[in-house]
């Protein structure tokens, strides 16, 4: 069965520092999501992809976050430089063909800022 | 409340017992979507329930969804150990290309 792949599993990186966290989409969809979960609290929207352009980010998605679609089938996340509160879990996940359908979430990497 | 506020935010049953999980939101939306999270891991989707339709049902899995009262439920018939999960209700506001997360109910199944 299809999945989003999702690497690394774990990442601990120093305050300040660049992280890319990279998801493999399901082939075939179109659209594509970064969400993340702060250990115990609720799973937060942070961008949406399509047609190789953002179509939605939230207020967290600030100037220190970036997303690309280098080569038609990696989708990553960049975080420019790195504070204690980026400390999460975050979530790759993609929808199909039509928007607003069923999304399915990677497993997650988790980011931990020292 | 918060956009996608599920409660109770923890429940405990047996197993064998019917499991209900409610949710309210705030604004009008394309859809509600439900998501079991095991500890740890990633979020699987359940059903999808659009904002024209009143009930849904997905094996053991029965949706419903008022829009007037922008409140929906998970019921889980006949329920498993391996049910025990969180449970995430999910809302695409109209007009929007995200989903909007409540805080999620905490279900524990006990043999």
């Known amino acids: 069965e299809p999945e989003v792949t999702q690497t690394p599993s774990h990442q601990v990186t120093q305050m300040g520092q660049e992280v890319i966290l990279r998801c493999v989409p399901i082939?075939?969809?179109?659209?594509f999501y970064w969400y993340r979960q702060i250990l115990g609290q609720k799973v937060e929207f942070l961008v949406s992809f399509y047609n190789n352009e953002i179509s939605e980010k939230s207020e967290i998605f600030d100037d220190q976050f970036s997303v690309e679609r280098p080569d038609g089938s990696n989708f990553t996340l960049k975080i420019r430089s790195t504070k204690l509160e980026d400390s999460a879990m975050y979530f790759c996940a993609s929808g199909g063909t039509l928007m607003n359908t069923e999304a399915f979430f990677g497993q997650g990497t988790r980011l931990t800022v020292v | 409340s918060q956009q996608g506020e599920e409660d109770p935010q923890a429940l405990s049953i047996q197993e064998g017992e019917n499991a209900t999980m409610n949710c309210s939101y705030k604004t009008s939306i394309n859809n509600l979507q439900w998501y079991r999270q095991n500890s740890g891991r990633g979020l699987v989707h359940l059903i999808l329930?659009?904002?024209?339709?009143r009930e849904k049902h997905s094996g053991r899995l029965r949706v419903t969804l008022d829009t007037s009262k922008k409140s929906s439920s998970l019921l889980i018939t006949a329920s498993r150990a391996a049910d025990t999960a969180s449970y995430f209700c999910a809302t695409v506001p109209s007009g929007a290309q995200k989903l909007v997360f409540g805080q999620g109910t905490r279900l524990t199944i006990n043999p």
């Open positions: 082939s075939n969809h179109l659209y």
């Open positions: 329930i659009r904002s024209n339709e």
